[in-house]
């Protein structure tokens, strides 16, 4: 993805720096657990004995995704999107693109009897919800349809292309131009002079 012409300042509601936050949380996270973790950190899985199988409707929840969110005409609003997510429907699919273009594992596969499995937007919008809203990983399971390790291994996968990929404007210091339009936001919300803070009740 050409990133040349993208202002990421422009797309992103900066008038809640709690997603960004989660972002930077969740990158020290992922670091230190795959630092810590030899089955993560070789990549060797092993089948969990007495694990039930669940069979999920993956098509069916990325169908009902989609036409809520994604289609020419979707169920809920702009407005809709933009307070669930954070962030507007333009820059998420944004997002969504360059990390599918970053990482292989986003993209969707058939497995080796030939059935589809789950999609970018599924994953991406599973990782999302959990940085975005502190969710435990299997509670994507009943709207996305996807298990609780899948889960956690998008979520492990999209931090990681965030960073790769987003890291020059996301974790980068601030400088002069950003502060003078972060102070001139947070003025315009009462709160002159504040810089950097999520916590803003005292």
Known sequence: M???????????????????????????????????????????RVSILGHNIVNRNRKEAELRLYNDYFAENPKFTETQFRRRFRISRRFFLQIANAVEAHNPCFKQRTDALGVLGLSCLQKVTAAHRILAYGIPADLTDEYFQIGESTAIESLRAFVKAIVEVFGDWCLRASNDEDICRLLSIEEQHGFPGMLGSIDCMH
């Open 2 to 44: 050409n990133h040349s012409n993208f202002n990421f300042y422009d797309a992103f509601d900066f008038d809640d720096d709690t997603l960004m936050f989660a972002f930077q949380v969740a990158a020290a996270v992922v670091t230190e657990e795959e630092s810590n973790n030899q089955w993560w950190r070789i990549g060797y």
